[in-house]
């Protein structure tokens, strides 16, 4: 009990009530004693200070004790109340009793009317105190069995119901008052009870059991559910009901039909092995991919399916899936189509061994048949492009060096008109020559992309390039993330561009925009109805012009992931516009 217990003794006696005062505080030192000579004084100390329990006398002039009990049970319905009193007969103890009185004693002429007096304090100010307690667990324990998702119910041995949460009335749309006494079986349809029956009859005998069974609600809605219960018992072990739980799986279902459906229409094959590379499931996209009905690969061995040349690198690869967790792969190799060809797959893994719902190892395989096909095409084709880059590098340069050569013989030998014209010839087709080279080995490949300056690119492009009077102005430009070389080429090609087509005075500006950056001239400009084909190979509007230039300069911007568009610049001349591009930190 508690260290201290107050206590209000309403007697009009006030002698009679100091003295049970003394005597009560001597018996027990955890009794404080107040003391009130009227039911009205009494009443405001309560107010005041309310005591663990009042000792009331009855007989006292105005309120009498039984009147003070009533006014006391308007305010504090619990609190203990000894009718304590010289003068009483049965029929006021039975008109204590009724109207909520605690206990009832009667006034002795010896001290032992004190022991007894305090025992029944201590006793009622007990029970009072453990019910409270009682209470605030009965409290905490319902509003955690309310803050659950799942239901949580009680049944007695006879399958009434005893106990539920807010989930139980929230879910079947029955009131608590329907709930009262239901039996476990009434809230299942008719083809469940024989299921649910058997379960509570499991839980009762062996102690514990879950059963999977649709809910019937008050609206006569069948709800997927998975209940489990355990048995309830006595000291001596007797069953005496069943406690369980029941959760709702319509949304599980939900899932298990989405995820099943994604399963079943996928492209990919789903498949999951186990570490001995067996076959324990396949999608049926494998009767689409391969044409194998998935239910005939079951049980059968990976390496069944697989290019005798592919099957042991493909084992290796299979024993450091097994032994990584989590996600693995792509890997590649061929498997066996039910006619007899063969097709490129790729597949991607995911260690699942330990997972008890899966034990085994999820693949995922596409076919890339048409992918490698392609990549072969491609392959080939950059063996022709490689090939044809050698012979314009080397059979082409080698005759064009010797005239070259010859005509820089003719031209100290005399003066011609004639010759002049074929220096410009044979200068601009050396510069096809290299444009070609570029096309042919670079395209729109790009290596590793770094922090590019790129005013510090158009400046030093602007160098390498036959710029006469022309001017370069930079304006305020980002720092980009670029392959600086192929960048080159692009300036290059665009700062030659604006020279050839603007005029020896011509004036190129660079500079940054939000999305990424700008070259523009102020030269003739280029017609809407031409700014589409300017970036085709072999365009040019110059006699001097390759109609390359503009070519490469796209495949550099292409080769980054960015776009390249011609408009008009501020006075009138070409600006080209490179967005898309990624920024750096300087």
């Known amino acids: 009990m508690d260290s201290e217990i107050g206590v209000l003794h309403v007697d009009d006696d006030l002698s009679f009530a100091d003295l049970t005062r003394t005597f009560l505080e001597r018996i027990d030192e955890q009794f404080t004693v107040r003391t009130a000579t009227s039911a009205d004084d009494g009443l405001a100390k309560l107010d005041s200070n309310p005591p663990d329990c009042i000792v009331s006398d009855y007989d006292m002039p105005g309120t009498d004790g039984l009147e003070f009990l009533e006014a006391v049970r308007l305010e504090s319905p619990d609190l203990p109340f000894i009718l304590f009193t010289g003068k009483g007969s049965e029929e006021v103890a039975s008109d204590a009793i009724a109207v909520g009185v605690t206990d009832y004693l009667q006034k002795g002429s010896g001290t032992e009317q004190y022991e007894l007096l305090a025992n029944r304090i201590r006793n009622a100010v007990r029970a009072r105190r453990e019910a409270r307690r009682a209470d605030e667990q009965e409290r905490i324990t319902t509003q955690v069995l309310d803050a659950l998702e799942d239901l949580f119910y009680v049944f007695d041995t006879d399958g009434s119901l005893r106990r539920w949460n807010s989930r139980v009335p929230e879910l079947t749309g029955y009131t608590d008052r329907e709930l009262t006494d239901m039996q476990a079986v009434e809230f299942f349809p008719e083809d469940e009870r024989e299921t649910i029956a058997d379960a509570f009859e499991t839980t009762l005998a062996d102690g514990q059991a879950t059963a999977e069974a649709d809910l019937l609600t008050a609206d006569g809605e069948r709800l997927p559910c998975e209940f489990t219960g355990a048995r309830l018992t006595d000291e001596d072990g007797t069953a005496t009901g069943l406690v369980g739980v029941g959760r709702d799986l319509t949304e599980r279902r939900r899932q298990q039909r989405r995820f099943r459906a994604l399963v079943e229409e996928s492209r990919d094959i789903i498949s999951v092995i186990d570490a001995d590379g067996v076959f324990r499931y396949q999608s049926p996209a494998i009767e689409r991919v391969l044409e194998y009905d998935a239910e005939e690969t079951i049980g059968d061995a990976v390496w069944k399916y697989i290019h005798p040349d592919d099957r042991e690198r493909l084992k290796n690869t ?92 003719a031209q100290e030998a005399c003066e011609s008109d004639h010759l002049h014209e074929a220096r410009g010839a044979l200068e601009r087709s050396q510069a096809l ?29 602007w160098e ?8 370069l102005e930079v304006a305020r430009t980002p720092v980009v993330r670029a392959d600086r070389s192929r960048l080159k080429q692009l300036f290059e090609n665009l700062h030659r561009n604006a020279v050839e087509h603007g005029g020896a005075d011509v004036t190129v500006h660079v500079g940054g925009m939000e999305e990424g950056f700008y070259v523009a001239d102020t030269g003739p400009g280029i017609p809407d109805s031409e700014r589409e084909a300017v970036f085709e190979a072999g365009y040019s509007t110059s006699d001097g012009g390759t109609g390359f230039g503009l070519r490469i300069a796209e495949e550099v911007a292409d080769a980054h992931g960015w776009e390249i568009a011609v408009t008009e610049s501020e006075r009138g001349g070409a600006r080209f516009e490179i967005t898309g591009v990624e920024h750096a930190e300087r």
């Open 433 to 461: 020559i290299d444009d070609l080279l570029t096309i042919a080995r670079e395209g729109d490949r790009a290596a590793e992309f770094d922090p590019v300056d790129l005013a510090d690119v158009a400046r030093c492009c």
């Open 318 to 409: 299979l024993e450091e899936w097994v032994a990584t967790p989590g996600a693995t792969g792509p890997v590649q190799y061929r498997a066996r189509h039910a006619d007899g060809s063969w097709r490129w797959m790729e597949a991607d893994g995911n260690n699942q061994l330990e997972n008890p719902a899966v034990e085994g190892y999820v693949v995922t395989s596409r076919d890339v048949t048409e992918r490698k096909e392609y990549e072969r095409g491609l392959e080939a084709q950059n063996e022709r492009l490689e090939e044809f880059a050698s012979i314009v590098s080397h059979d082409l340069r080698n005759p064009l060096g010797v005239v070259e050569g010859r005509l820089e013989l």
């Open 464 to 471: 390498t390039v036959e710029t006469d009077r022309a001017t």
